[in-house]
């Protein structure tokens, strides 16, 4: 690993921690990636790790193009096929996030997007949160159900299963998987509890970090 390559796995770590501390996974849930400095390959967490647990030696580097390990010891995720879909669906993603946190979860398991114009914020920094098509966890027909989104989202509700955000840094990923689980969760709030949100002027989100 290069000394670059090492402070990306640093920042998955951090990432990491952040994701099991705030409960947006349990036990061994969830993954990330982030794209190397080559552009062709991609450090990824491996399987059957707490996200919160993780050492830079766990991690593994794979090639974008087809999934063959390059360096690490340890398993990929199965779900490494959405991350380097993502990848090379769309060369400005360099990070992806994926997370099982309740309040986005059960929207996806509602298959219900999140799509509401009664929040700002959100409206602003992350935008529409569409749910793909169902396909198992771990196959192919993930990546499938996610590449059509690539280039025009910032984040999605995976079907019965969980949530999705990339960026272009891991740092940048995560900020937009907390903001998809706070609307998910204003979302619940105001239009299931309380029944009742009032909708705000259409706001045109903020252009992506360079």
Not at 4 to 21: F, P, Q
Not at 74 to 96: F, G, Q, T, W
Not at 114 to 141: R, W
Request: negative net charge; aromatic residues 8%.
């Amino acid at each position: 690993m290069t000394d670059t390559e090492k402070k990306l796995i640093a920042d998955m770590i951090d990432v990491g921690n952040k994701m099991y501390l705030r409960g947006f996974v349990a036990a061994n849930d969830g993954n990330l990636s982030v794209r190397c400095p080559d552009g062709e390959s991609a450090l990824v967490t491996p399987t059957g790790v707490s996200k919160g647990g993780m050492t830079e030696d766990m991690f593994i580097k794979v090639r974008i193009s087809d999934g063959e390990v390059l360096e690490g010891s340890r398993k990929a995720s199965s779900e490494v096929k959405m991350h380097l879909r993502l990848y090379r669906e769309n060369s400005d993603i360099c990070a992806v996030v994926h997370a099982h946190p309740l309040y986005a979860t059960s929207f996806a398991i509602a298959r219900q997007p999140l799509d509401a114009p009664i929040y700002p914020a959100a409206m602003m920094n992350l935008g529409t949160v569409p749910v793909t098509e169902y396909s198992p966890p771990g196959t192919e027909g993930v990546a499938d159900s996610v590449a059509p989104f690539a280039k025009e989202y910032r984040g999605l509700l995976l079907a019965s299963h969980g949530a999705l955000t990339w960026a272009r840094d891991i740092l940048t990923a995560w900020y937009r998987m907390e903001e998809l689980e706070n609307f998910a969760h204003i979302t619940f709030n105001t239009k299931y509890v309380m029944k009742q949100a009032a909708e705000v002027p259409t706001i045109e989100r903020l252009p992506d970090k360079k």
